[in-house]
């Protein structure tokens, strides 16, 4: 796990830009490998093993904050294309004092890139919150409720016997999110059945199902058990927006978009094609983007979400931190793994806490001892 370092360049105060006390003046990034305790699968493939790209920005005055990036292949970014942005920045374009201006300069670096662009905005966060001595939650005005916001167990596509495992194992949670869009999902629903009955339970299909009548027979199906409480991005999301509109006006689920929920600017198709968005920071270029995309749903009346991947408790903390905006939690990437090196905010019985997380600003994460 070798770490680099992007040194700022040398400063020279021309009466523009951030003065010296405020600019970053090294940005450190590294990879770490994350070891999921069963093989993890969804419609689009299977792993044992899921890298992601971790990022601590320091000031001149030493404040420091951290990030994290967990790229998603579905959207042809990956951790070398991560590793590749960090290092074209000038770390002293970036300041903890002005997160917006930080975030424009990385726009000008290269357009898209927004897995690399989230690792950067929640560091930048995590030190701009550290900076005003306040938690992250707080530093957005949204507070943030202790025993109150309940997170999704996810049970990713398996075996039918593999699948009753999984859910005994997870017995403490109160809602379960299965992974379907393959041929086996009526006998894995089944499994899950044995052993919860009448356990809440959220499905994702992850873009399985290619056509609207192939997905309406499925949520007609899927529909017939009375505790599934909303199916994720049924169909691809490239799909033609008449077809979306046509499931949606007959779905007896409501149908949130996951692929097809990128960022704020996506709000009016998926107002008329959903019924509600699940939020990614990975997706949204950050913690920023994730107050901005969630934000702009609520004011289009959808219903929202705020989801996750195979992430360290850096990003699953970030996220957990606009659970005020949510409807729905689904932050269990840092409970996936066998060996999170961080320590943020906890899900013991699903139950959302930063209650025994002993920093106190923030991202309010610390290393794990």
Known sequence: MRRRSVQAHKFVDSGGGFRFLERIVNLNHWLKDLHLTHTWTIARGSSNVCKVNLVQLTDAQGVTGLGESSPITRYNESVETVAAFLGKLDASKLSFKDVPGSMKYLDTVAPGNMAAKCALNIALVDGAARLVKKPVYDYF?????????????????????????????????????????????????????????????????NEGWKTREEA?????????????????????????????????????????????????????????????VNVKLVKTAGVSGGFEALSAARQAGLKTMIGCMIETSI????????????DFLDVDGNILINDDPYRGVTAEKGILSFASTPEKLGLRVCERK
């Open 216 to 276: 309406l027979a499925q949520l007609e199906w899927l529909a017939r058990d009375p505790h599934i409480q909303y199916i994720e991005q049924p169909m691809p999301a490239k799909s033609d927006p008449k077809d979306l509109v046509w499931l949606k006006e007959r779905s007896p689920l409501p149908i949130l978009a996951d692929e097809g929920y990128h960022t704020a600017k996506d709000v009016a198709h998926c107002a008329e094609c959903y019924h509600g």
């Open 141 to 205: 005005g949204l507070g943030f409720r202790e025993q109150h916001h309940v997170t999704s167990f996810s049970i990713g596509i398996d075996t039918p016997d593999m699948i009753r495992k999984k859910v005994a194992e997870a017995e403490r949670f109160p809602i379960l999110k299965l992974k379907v869009g393959v041929p086996g999902d009526k006998e894995n629903l089944a499994a899950l059945r044995d052993v919860a009955p009448k356990k809440t339970v959220r499905v994702d299909a």
């Open 315 to 326: 990003l699953i903390s970030a996220a957990a931190h606009l659970a005020e905006l949510c």
